[in-house]
Structure formats: C-alpha cells, structure tokens
C-alpha cells in the first residue's frame, strides 16, 4: 500500500496500491502503446517498475512539467498531457473571464512532441480557445514571442529543452511573455485535479485540429516578424566586415539551424559552417551523451573538429530547444570554451555601450541589467562603475523575464538579463532565455572585435582589468533519493546558530536561506528575494567568496556556484585566483555535502 498524492502532491490522500492505480491509469488511457506497456507491467508483477511509474504524481510546477516518455501517473505521456491541458485551459477561461481567449502552441523535435501538441491543441479547442498551433518544430523563444505577437492569453512549448532523449516536457508562459510562477502554478494544478477525467474520445483523436475553424498555423509569419522585431539588438556598424570570421554552428541535434539562418540573414551576417552530422533535429542524439552545450568539450567535439577543418575561429552553439547559447573561440592556436558567467559578462559590456550611444539622453539610471541569484555578480560590478541598474533574481527565466516585464511597464529599460547555464536574453522582444537572437548578436560582437585585432578573451581580460577579476566555480553532484537530499540540506541548517561559523578556516559573514526566507547578513535578518519551496543556501565568507548550494527543479541533481572578486595587476594573475577559489570551494563543498558519506555522484 501506498499513500497516494495525486495529481499533483496536493490530491487528499488515499491508501491504494500500485496495481491499483496501475488499473485506475487504464480506465483513463486510450493510447495504444501506454495502454500495452502498462498491462504488460501488470502481468509481469513488476512492483519496482509500478511504483516507479505509478506511485506519484508528476507534479506540475513554474517549470510546467518535464519528465520521462512512459505509461504511468509519475511520467510524461498522452494522458498527463491530456489532463495537464484540461486543467490548464480552464484555469485561463477563469483567470481571464471568457473562453474564446487565444493560447499559441509550439513543440520541439524530440519524440512525441508535435503529437503532445496536438493533444494539448485539441483540449483547448474543445473548451473553446483559439488555437495557434506551429505547423511544424520551433525553438522555444518562438513560442514566447508568439505570447505577445498574437496577444495571446497563454502559451505552450512542448520540449524537455537539453534533458536526455527518453524525456519531454511541457512548459508554460503567461500572457504578458513570461514563464509562469506562483500563484499561477498552483491555480493551474488545483485546475488539473478538477478535470482528471478525459472529457469525451475526440480528445484522443490526433486529427481533430486538423481543419478546425479556430486553429490555424503561423510559423511563417511569427519567423518574419520576429527576425523584424530583433534588428533592434543589431550594433554593428556598417564599415565594419562581415568576413573577418568563419563561424561554426552547431544545434546539437535540435531545431536552431534553420532559425539561426535566418536571424543571421536578418543582422546581415554571412553563412556559418555548420556541423552537419548535427544540425538537422535527430531524438535520438545520436553524436552525443548528453544533447546539452552547458557540458563544454565533450558537447563540442563535433564543433571543434568541424571547425578545424574550416579554419574556423568562433563556434556558437545552441541546445535541442534554442534556447541556450554556448560560445568557444580559437585563442592563440587553442581552443577557449566560455562559461556562462563569461559570455554574459561579455553581452551586458556590449549591450550597454553600444544602446547608451543610440540612446544618449536616456539617464543611465533608468537602465537595468538583471542575472539570476547564481550567476556571476560582474554585472552588479559594472554597474556600480558606469551608473546603470543592477536587479538580482531567484534562479530561472520565470523570475527573470517577469522582473524585465515589471520594469518595462514602470518605463524603465530592462537591456538584457542572464543566468550562468547559459541562458542569455538581449532586448524585451523575448522575456525569456533566447538563443537564436543571441547567437547573431555574439556574432556581431566577435566581428567587432576581429576589427580591432582582438578575441572575445582578450575582450573578457580587458574587462577583468577594468572591473576585477570575477572568478567563478561551479558543478554539481547527481543524486536521485530525496531522503538524502533533504537530509543533506537538514544537516546544513542543524549547526549551532543555523549554519557553521568557520568552514575550511575561513570565517562565515552571513548566510542566506531561501527557502526559509531568512539572512543573517540582513538587519531585519530577512531573505529579500521570494521564499521557494526547493533547498537554496548561501553562504557568504571573510575572504568575499560566495557559495550557492540549490538543488534543481528539473534534474536530480545538488549544485553549486561561487564567485570570487580579485584586483588583479594582469592577466598573469588570474591562474593563482583561479588554484584558491577551486581548492577552497572543494574544501567547503566537500565539509558541507559530504559526497563520500552521501554517495554522491560528481560531475563527469
């Protein structure tokens, strides 16, 4: 037996086992190959495999849903689907007062996807919305843009973004352009536990979209007007050359290339060489393990030695959903793959000059740049320096892209935000993480400084001169069992006085606890950003590094992220910052998660 939280860990409670709830799952499914992998299971006896699949709910949250393509309550699948997209349209009918409102609906290239999509399309048609439904594979800030474009009141992106091939998601935007958050998370899965129930068979019928009065296509005409709308973050002057570089572009199996083509043709940029063993959407990826450019070499591979053989200088590189951009350039004969806090430190230099030049009588205090709570605080630098604005966020583009709504509508300019998983969004045209608008604008910027002799590093020490040497650290650890997770995080706040005093002989300053809402470091001892329900704790030491500690909403895994400011005299310097950040956030990792004792798994 089994105590049973469904739908969303907020159902009442009811005690059944999981041959059970595996038959209640029947009475509900009508997709041939869940309904046969699910008796199948049953026949079997497999009790690990049932309450696996079977023993909760996958929860519905501000990432939406994500998780792995199989039968079962717990997993991504037609019924999920089904049921998330009930909930969901009935939810927006009451939030904005009518039923005939209008959701845009796009998907990637993985398995599944655009069979999601038109499961998702036909639930709101049959609660009476206007359907836009992509006619084939988007990236996902095509569907972001597509929120405010169409004047949407909701919008939908099918896609597990870089997550392995068995996995899928289902990700949701407000109707200002924004990822969801709170309360709408909760209304929406409250909205779910009200409509489990198919609501008649046309929801099972794949062709019901197809022709209907209230849905129509628009992937052509969203990819013109946005490529119009992002001109707007093109810099680069005229009498510059546009073949200085021979750029290298990789989608890692997704769906950037052709819309990567296409933004280059918009800032009249020239062709890029691509990776053609990985430009065309593939769900399998085939050519690497993890389909994620976040990983560096062993993502890249491919793009290197496509590169090489190009005499190629500047490899960009996006995620299976565009969303993401990573950069690598060739330095002094070797091969230099950027961080996410580096490339962002990168754009916000770039972005600031050249807007303040279009627009000198705009006061600088009037502009805003925005990083999530872990990314680099370089820009926070800048700031100070030069007289702009620096907000700081919860981590995610949920808070992120509602923050740079909220001060876009007070009339202030919110020019770019970014987070170090190198999510990077130039402009308000997308409110959101946007890769395909990124990878021209970090074009331009390369080609900027090839004019002036020089590489994105040494563009990047150049402002580390100026600014100080902002090093950063991190990885993380996987770990599946959450009665291990959270007895990491116990033992953390167990110490006397809620945290250690010294780790690793360095005095503690302050702590911050997000997810209880408290900071010593605070005079009213308050956290100032939002409470969240996942483990988040920094620490902020004598020796000014700062160490984050979260775990992630979308993978089993335990992070961290530190940052450390030196004044440096050259880049001579840097090696010796970089030797103490690393031994010493070892040190305190290794004191404070206990991977050994854990069994945690490091970074491969």
């Known amino acids: 037996k089994t105590i049973w939280n469904h739908p969303s860990r907020e159902f009442p409670t009811t005690t059944m086992s999981f041959v059970e709830r595996a038959q209640e799952w029947l009475s509900y499914d009508k997709y041939e190959a869940t309904v046969k992998e699910t008796k199948a299971l049953l026949e079997k006896g497999d009790s690990k495999a049932l309450e696996k699949q079977f023993g909760s709910r996958i929860a519905f949250g501000t990432a939406g849903l994500r998780g792995k393509m199989t039968a079962g309550w717990a997993c991504m699948n037609d019924l999920i689907v089904i049921q998330a997209s009930q909930g969901l349209a009935k939810y927006v009918s009451e939030q904005v007062g009518k039923d005939d409102y209008t959701v845009v609906i796009g998907y990637d290239g993985r398995h599944n996807s655009k069979r999601f999509a038109k499961r998702t399309a036909t639930c709101f048609l049959k609660a009476g919305a206007n359907v836009i439904l992509f006619n084939d594979v988007v990236p996902t800030p095509y569907?972001?843009?597509?929120?405010?474009?169409?004047?949407?009141?909701?919008?939908?992106?099918?896609?597990?973004?870089?997550?392995?091939?068995?996995?899928?998601?289902?990700?949701?935007?407000?109707?200002?352009?924004?990822?969801?958050?709170?309360?709408?998370?909760?209304?929406?899965?409250?909205?779910?536990?009200?409509?489990?129930?198919?609501?008649?068979?046309?929801?099972?019928?794949?062709?019901?979209?197809?022709?209907?009065?209230?849905?129509?296509?628009?992937r052509q005409e969203v990819t013109k007007a946005y490529n119009e709308a992002i001109i707007a973050s093109s810099y680069l002057a005229k009498d510059i050359p546009r073949d200085t570089i021979t750029f290298t572009y990789t989608a890692m199996h997704g769906v950037g290339w052709e819309f990567c083509q296409k933004s280059f043709d918009a800032f009249g940029l020239p062709r890029f060489v691509d990776v053609k063993e990985q430009v065309k959407p593939d769900p399998d990826f085939p050519t690497v393990e993890y389909p994620n450019p976040e990983e560096g070499e062993g993502a890249l591979k491919l793009a290197m030695e496509t590169a090489d053989a190009a005499n190629s200088t500047v490899i960009l590189a996006n995620d299976p959903d565009a969303d993401r951009l990573a950069v690598a350039c060739k330095h002094e004969g070797e091969w230099r793959i950027f961080n996410g806090n580096e490339i962002g430190s990168l754009f916000a230099w770039w972005i600031f000059t050249n807007w303040t030049k279009k627009n000198p009588n705009v006061p600088k205090e009037t502009i805003f740049m925005l990083a999530s709570a872990v990314s680099s605080k370089m820009i926070g630098t800048m700031a100070k320096a030069e007289g702009f604005q620096f907000a700081e966020t919860l981590t995610g583009f949920k808070w992120l892209g509602n923050k740079e709504y909220t001060l876009e509508k007070e009339g202030l300019h919110p020019l770019f935000a970014f987070e170090e998983a190198i999510g990077f969004c130039v402009g308000t045209t997308v409110i959101d993480k946007d890769g395909v608008s990124a990878c021209a604008v970090m074009a331009e910027l390369c080609l900027f400084l090839a004019n002036e002799g020089k590489t994105l590093v040494d563009c990047l020490n150049d402002l580390y001169l100026k600014y100080g040497y902002h090093c950063s650290y991190q990885s993380y650890f996987i770990c599946t069992d959450k009665v291990i997770i959270d007895g990491i995080f116990s033992r953390i706040r167990s110490f006397e006085g809620g945290a250690p005093s010294t780790v690793a002989g360095v005095g503690v300053r302050s702590v911050r606890d997000v997810t209880r809402g408290t900071d010593t470091g605070a005079s009213d001892g308050k956290c100032a950003l939002p409470q969240q329900s996942s483990h988040m704790i920094t620490f902020f030491f004598e020796n000014d590094c700062a160490l984050t500690l979260r775990t992630s909403g979308t993978e089993p895994k335990i992070k961290f992220y530190s940052e450390i400011k030196a004044d440096v005299k050259g880049t001579a310097d840097f090696g010796g910052v970089e030797v103490q950040l690393t031994k010493f956030v070892d040190d305190v990792v290794a004191y404070l998660l206990q991977p050994n004792e854990n069994n945690l798994i490091p970074k491969q």
């Open 143 to 218: 569907v972001a843009f597509s929120v405010k474009y169409h004047a949407c009141s909701v919008g939908i992106m099918v896609t597990a973004s870089h997550n392995p091939k068995d996995d899928n998601g289902y990700k949701v935007y407000w109707g200002n352009g924004a990822q969801i958050i709170s309360p709408h998370d909760k209304g929406i899965a409250s909205s779910i536990t009200a409509n489990l129930k198919p609501w008649d068979d046309d929801v099972w019928d794949e062709t019901f979209p197809d022709g209907h009065e209230r849905c129509k296509c628009t």
